[in-house]
T-cell receptor, first 112, second 114 residues
Framework: QKEVEQDPGPLSVPEGAIVSLNCTYS??????FMWYRQYSRKGPELLMY????GNKEDGRFTAQVDKSSKYISLFIRDSQPSDSATYLC????????????FGKGTMLLVSP | DGGITQSPKYLFRKEGQNVTLSCEQN?????MYWYRQDPGQGLRLIYY???????QKGDIAEGYSVSREKKESFPLTVTSAQKNPTAFYLC?????????????FGPGTRLTVL
């Protein structure tokens, strides 16, 4: 079993839809959870950063972490064509230095 | 403007040649990283450096080498020992050495072996 599982998609939705992107993980030591957005042929940019369980909201984006289920989600409200990109989840353990483990990414396509 | 630059954007290499990818940051970050991204594979860590003159192997270091002589620079050499070097290479940096630090990414270098 891979440490981080993420459906590669593509996920196609119409403009204005609510999008749900998800990752599951197996390492119970993971404490920090991130979502990156990557446009085609560009470097990833950080969207959301959460610690441990709970929700975090930033504009149209909400990140949710359920450590008991080892499951994280990113919700995008009122999706726009400009949201079309690949979304990568990433996570790391706590306690000193720890490298990031990335999911494979989910490609999202928002049609006008 | 502060940020991370990578050069070149596209690089073509003949089999058996070594090539060096450049990564420079002016964010005054301590830590720097190299990742490789293949289609449908996500990002895999090649090497990382937490401080000048020190670096550690990541998950897929074989066939690669790095140096960290200056805080701003972390070049990656893809050697002829790397069996399948065609990929998208991403450099990143973070302000600190711990997992609390956000990683900022450069625009990437696409390497193609002919």
């Amino acid at each position: 079993q891979k440490e981080v599982e993420q459906d590669p998609g593509p996920l196609s939705v119409p403009e204005g839809a609510i999008v749900s992107l998800n990752c599951t993980y197996s390492n119970s030591a993971f404490q920090y959870f991130m979502w990156y957005r990557q446009y085609s042929r560009k470097g990833p940019e950080l969207l959301m950063y959460t610690y441990s369980s709970g929700n975090k909201e930033d504009g149209r984006f909400t990140a949710q972490v359920d450590k008991s289920s080892k499951y994280i989600s990113l919700f995008i409200r009122d999706s726009q064509p400009s949201d079309s990109a690949t979304y990568l989840c990433a996570m790391s353990a706590a306690g000193g230095y720890s490298t990031l483990t990335f999911g494979k990414g989910t490609m999202l396509l928002v049609s006008p | 403007d502060g940020g991370i630059t990578q050069s070149p954007k596209y690089l073509f290499r003949k089999e058996g040649q070594n090539v060096t990818l450049s990564c420079e940051q002016n964010l005054n970050h301590d830590a720097m990283y190299w990742y490789r991204q293949d289609p449908g594979q996500g990002l895999r860590l090649i090497y990382y450096s937490q401080i000048v003159n020190d670096f550690q192997k990541g998950d897929i270091a074989e066939g690669y080498s790095v140096s960290r002589e200056k805080k701003e620079s972390f070049p990656l050499t893809v050697t002829s020992a790397q069996k399948n070097p065609t990929a998208f290479y991403l450099c990143a940096s973070s302000i600190g050495r711990d997992s609390l630090s956000e990683q900022f990414f450069g625009p990437g270098t696409r390497l193609t072996v002919l």
